[in-house]
């Protein structure tokens, strides 16, 4: 039986490796195919491996997964025992993990529950969302550049009158210096090409998406979710499965908020960190919708208003609005105020959208 912690970076990796006799290992291994090989070879089916989640954890851990008994993800929230060290280094974090696997296997107690490893779509998901997000912030930075230009030359037009498609033509006519002209044709041209990127990006969600037909069914059918907002809450998700109840789904959503609480003392501290952030971005983003459909949170939001801060209210609609989708994805359910017409157009465009780029997907019952 081995134990080994694993300090992975982005070109080498770092083993401490616990026999069952007692004996430890220190090794350092380059990131490539070989070196990969290379510990491979010291694995066999009494081995444990454990280390933190990071940004090729997943595949890393996808390689010696076959080659182990049991290979572990950590994840960093949770993790605190390397960070209460004063000697912090590579083989250190390496043996402290490797310590904390074999108290966890040998007690056989979850002392810390493994990172969820989602299957290739949802990895690909998220993967597509990050460059979504990330383009979305560049377009975002280059309207601010191209207004405040402008504004800098007394041309104090609105956005809406700058950013649409009709009016950049007018725009870069207007009598200016060469130099401000050829900031402006340049922006024009680069923000023009991050639009048309962001569409492929958008183009290539929705048929990657086109995997998980039943869940975005019935996420569509609650007013406010379009097929895009769904497919996000997906690729958080992966599956709801996971989740033994609403509230572990909620707080894995970034909604619910933490309790510090000591002797008679409480205190309701920030949401967590340790799921994900894109759906609870684009949900906010809706709630306006989800009040004015559903009469029941609409009464609700009104009430608890009068007495808290709206910040505090809307994030609490956001968990509310999480509770119903985890009934609904749990039950297979639509969602009870559903509009038929708009539920069935957002799902006939999906459909021809699949079916125009030659996308084969199983249709919903």
Not at 53 to 81: C, Q, R
Not at 156 to 183: A, D, H, M
Not at 200 to 206: L, N, S, T, W, Y
Request: glycine share 4%; proline share 2%.
């Amino acid at each position: 039986m081995k134990f080994i912690g694993i300090d992975l970076h982005s070109n080498c990796f770092t083993v401490f490796i616990i026999c069952g006799n007692g004996k430890k290992v220190k090794e350092s291994y380059s990131l490539d195919d070989d070196s990969i090989r290379r510990f491979g070879k010291k694995l066999d089916k009494g081995s444990y491996v454990m280390l933190e989640a990071s940004t090729n954890s997943f595949k890393f851990a996808e390689l010696i997964k076959p080659l182990a008994k049991e290979v572990i993800i950590a994840n960093p929230y949770k993790l605190k025992l390397i960070s209460m060290t004063n000697k912090k280094t590579d083989h250190v974090d390496a043996e402290k993990l490797a310590i904390y696997l074999k108290m966890q296997v040998v007690s056989k107690e979850k002392l810390i529950n493994p990172v969820y490893i989602p299957e290739q779509n949802i990895q690909e998901l998220r993967s597509l969302f990050c460059t979504y997000k990330l383009l979305r912030k560049h377009i975002g930075a280059t309207k601010n550049r191209i207004h405040s230009v402008l504004r800098q030359n007394l041309h104090p037009f609105t956005k809406q009158f700058i950013f649409g498609k009709k009016n950049r033509s007018q725009i870069l006519n207007l009598e200016l210096e060469p130099g401000i002209k050829f900031q402006l044709k340049f922006l024009f041209c680069e923000l023009e090409h991050m639009e048309n990127s962001i569409q492929e990006i958008e183009d290539r969600i929705h048929i990657v998406g086109s995997n998980y037909m039943r869940e975005i069914d019935i996420l569509t059918s609650m007013k406010g979710i379009s097929v895009f907002t769904a497919i996000a809450i997906i690729a958080d998700i992966a599956t709801v499965k996971r989740f033994p109840n609403s509230k572990h789904f909620t707080s894995y959503l970034r909604s619910a908020p933490g309790v510090d609480s000591s002797n008679e003392t409480t205190h309701i501290t920030k949401t967590n960190k340790i799921g994900r952030k894109l759906s609870i971005t684009l949900i906010a983003q809706s709630l306006n919708h989800f009040r004015d459909n559903n009469a029941k949170l609409n009464r609700w939001y009104n009430k608890k208003v009068e007495n808290k801060s709206r910040g505090k209210v809307r994030m609490a609609l956001c968990r509310r609005v999480f509770a119903e989708i985890y009934q609904m994805l749990k039950k297979g359910e639509y969602h009870y105020y559903r509009n038929e017409l708009n539920h069935a157009g957002k799902m006939n465009e999906y459909c021809k959208f699949l079916d125009a780029n030659g996308i084969k997907y199983k249709k919903s019952a």
